[in-house]
T-cell receptor, first 114, second 113 residues
């Protein structure tokens, strides 16, 4: 049981390049999330998917797109990277039920845009 | 929308002392309040949580209290140990479809031996 996995662990992009961050979970969770973490600002929600087939914007969605490929996988795409998107990106998942709201986080992707 | 504030931003305590971190939220509809611990270079991990129908919850040296009227909740760590040193985040779940969470900015706790 790997939990939540993310690839890649590190990435350096030039301004204007595109890339996709991959996330997968093997806990049969319904909900999945993408956060970015900047120093002193905590975790900010970019997009989330309450269930397979649905996605919604979070607090900071501009410059990003997501795809909920199936129940296991939730990807985050940067179409044209900007230096302001330099951050650590965390994927998370949770079981959407009346008894459990706990979010499980992946190990993170450290992205630098030059 | 929901706004979560967290204080203090940094906290240093002597080993064995207690530490208290406080968070306030703005949306009275929020109904679930988790606390996460993040060690340097690692992922956040849930340490304790509380629902809006409960005033206090305890798990060994860690406790969380919730005051719904004042819209604030606090993390209490007793008998602190060096391994408690980390960044702690509070969060509030917005009571809407999809489990939207808003996190506080974090508190860096240092436990001095």
């Amino acid at each position: 049981n790997a939990g939540v996995t993310q690839t890649p662990k590190f990435q350096v992009l030039k301004t204007g390049q595109s890339m996709t961050l991959q996330c997968a979970q093997d806990m049969n969770h319904n909900s999945m999330y993408w956060y970015r973490q900047d120093p002193g600002m905590g975790l900010r929600l970019i997009y989330y998917s309450a269930s397979e087939g649905t996605t919604d914007k979070g607090e900071v969605p501009n410059g990003y797109n997501v795809s909920r490929l199936n129940k296991r996988e939730f990807s985050l795409r940067l179409e044209s990277a900007a230096p302001s998107q330099t951050s650590v990106y965390f994927c998370a998942s949770s079981l959407y039920s009346g008894s459990s709201y706990e979010q499980y986080f992946g190990p993170g992707t450290r992205l630098t845009v030059t | 929308g929901e706004n979560v504030e967290q204080h203090p931003s940094t906290l240093s305590v002597q080993e064995g002392d207690s530490a208290v971190i406080k968070c306030t939220y703005s949306d009275s509809a929020s109904n679930y309040f988790p606390w996460y611990k993040q060690e340097l270079g690692k992922r956040p991990q849930l340490i304790i949580d509380i629902r809006s129908n409960v005033g206090e919850k305890k798990d060994q040296r860690i406790a969380v209290t919730l005051n719904k009227t004042a819209k604030h909740f606090s993390l209490h760590i007793t008998e602190t140990q060096p391994e408690d040193s980390a960044v702690y985040f509070c969060a509030a779940r917005i009571n809407n479809y999809g489990q939207n969470f808003v996190f506080g900015p974090g508190t860096r706790l240092s436990v001095l031996p």
